[in-house]
């Protein structure tokens, strides 16, 4: 996935260490320990292959054209305003030819040197008013180009943020990654840069030719016989360019999904030895989008050459045509001049236009892929107008559940849970068993494929907002920390945020930031630790106030110091509240209501820590194999090992665990034996 926020801030990158360090086999890193294969070419709607991954689609050109009109539609009399200055413009430019004509007349026929006067101020005012009018209608051109920009963007990242998760873990980060990046900035340029150029060249080649054809008809036909070489040329090219470029988008997508795979699942790549096949694929993928890169320069270079031959017939033409009027005296010297400067002038308007055909292909290709997120059907979200539920703690009911990530190899497999009000229910089981999965299907994140989940008698993605989630990967935004805090509660006052940031432990080191509460914090500013994170996204869930919660694993990556402090902050940020808690430490599920074992996307044990630990089941056995971990050497384990002690549910003795204890290691409850 791709960073996707819950309403408290968590985020997962995808490919990074997952929530219960699950392993595929090339290392990317999946929910429950699924596997996922890297990033290859596999098919995406509208084009293009990649291996393992759904991409997502991109939009035909029909729809691309489609979508420019409606986002154009608005801005009509801008668009009027500025073609028709650019018109006017080019109409002016086009008095120059004539004018320097004429000066060759009065040179030829030894005319006054005043009858070269009016000549050459004539010039200098078309120059003037040609640049005033030029500029005028290239700002206007431009403002519509960045307007329709803009409206674009706001479009692509509403809907990239309101897509079902699950259709983005499909598509792989780096698909979405390069879209909003390099597509973005493609299509950015164009608009900048090749937009108002080529709008004013086409407008100068139209005109052009118009007045070639008010000196003589015959100049116009002469021009007119690189029209064929340069049609041809055009039509080669877009023919060669669009597949191209299309292709060069999605190896490029493969080969920032395969980086994000590698780079965010470092440490699995390194635990099970996979650096020797990652750095394979990187390469492969690298080399993929080199060798297209590299074909797309070999075509421009193409491109350019013929049209060097289409400006050079038609020149040759035109020269001919002169002499031979000027022979006949049809034609002036002056006159013939005139064609000549007419259709020399065409080069620079002429190649512009379709060496800009890179440009518009390479832009055009980004445009269908933004659009293709666009018309990406989104999540289910509330009925417009629906009532908000009542606050106070509600219900959570599972009823026969079953979902899978990939079709075949369902995760979960017929679940049934009940949360009672104000209950606090602690997941608990190895790598794999589907807590987290649950979690974020009573979260709202995804629906299940069977069943039904029910948040206070509705499902969670139209519970309005009854449900809160944080994971144990929390984004902090770039800004100041209020303002950090505000994403949950905008209207909140700086007095809720100092409570709330009390609460979970977290205002002293607060106030004693740089700036206090002004201090910027995130990418570019001040680095909270992975703590310091935690109770923020903490405090942003009372803030949020949901009677609902779910912590997936929320505290997991404390250190041992820090584990007593945020288990004690999560506990004051869930009372009152109906819970759901993926529990990384069993001491989490010893002080929770019930407990409920998970194993193979089943629940097979279900009831307090005590009546558990009665029954000698499997819950009796990882509590047994836990507290054996905690317990200091030579001392027998009890229930009632401080927690001071290195307290993880993954932490072999005499080793500290991570989410990808390689295989040989001793299980435990986050370890597949």
Known sequence: MTGTTGPNGGARPNGGAGQNGGAGPNGSVEPDGGARTGAGTGTGAGGGTGGGWDLLPTASAVRTRA????????????????????????????????????????????????????????????????????????????????????????????????????????AGSGDLNARVTRDVSRVADAVRGALPELARSALSIVLTLGALALLDWRFLLAALVAVPVQAHTARWYVHNAVPLYARERIATGAQQQQLLDTIGGARTVRAYRLQDGHARRVAERSRTAVELTMRGVRLVLRFYSRLHIAEYLGLAAVLVTGFLLVRSGSASVGTATAAALYFHSLFGPVNTALVLLDDAQSATAGLARLVGVVDEPAAASDPEGRTAAARGPHAVTVTGVTHAYVPGRPVLH???????????????????????TLAKLVAGLHRPQAGRVDVGGAEPDAAGGLVGLVTQEVHVFAGPLADDLRLARPEAADGELREALATVGALDWAEALPEGFDTVVGDGGHRLTPDQAQQLALARLLLADPPVVVLDEATAEA??????????????????????VVAHRLSQAATADRVVLMDGGRVVEEGTHDEL?????????????????????????????????PATADTPAGKPATADTPAGEPATADTPA
């Open 67 to 170: 979508v420019v009109r409606e986002l154009l539609r608005p801005q009509r009399a801008l668009a009027v305003a500025g073609f028709g200055t650019l018109v006017v413009a080019t109409a002016v430019g086009l008095l120059t030819q004539p004018l320097l004509g004429h000066i060759v007349d009065v040179v030829t026929e030894h005319r006054s040197p005043a009858a070269l006067t009016w000549p050459v101020l004539a010039l200098a005012g078309v120059a003037l008013v040609q640049g005033v009018t030029t500029a005028l209608g290239m700002s206007l051109v431009s403002r519509l180009g960045e307007t329709a920009l803009a409206r674009l963007r706001e479009l692509f990242v509403a809907r990239a943020l309101s897509l079902p998760l699950e259709r983005l873990e499909r």
């Open 414 to 436: 017929g679940v049934g849970l009940d949360v009672r009000p104000g209950e606090r229910v602690a997941l608990v089981g190895t790598t794999g068993a589907g807590k987290t």
């Open 559 to 580: 250190g041992s110091s820090g584990a007593r402090l945020l288990d004690e902050a999560a506990e004051r940020a869930l009372r009152g509240r109906t819970a759901l």
């Open 613 to 645: 630990l009665a029954a000698g089941g499997r819950y009796a056995a990882l509590w047994r194999a836990w507290t054996d971990h905690r317990a200091p050497a030579g001392k027998p384990a009890t229930a009632d090992t401080p927690a001071g002690k």
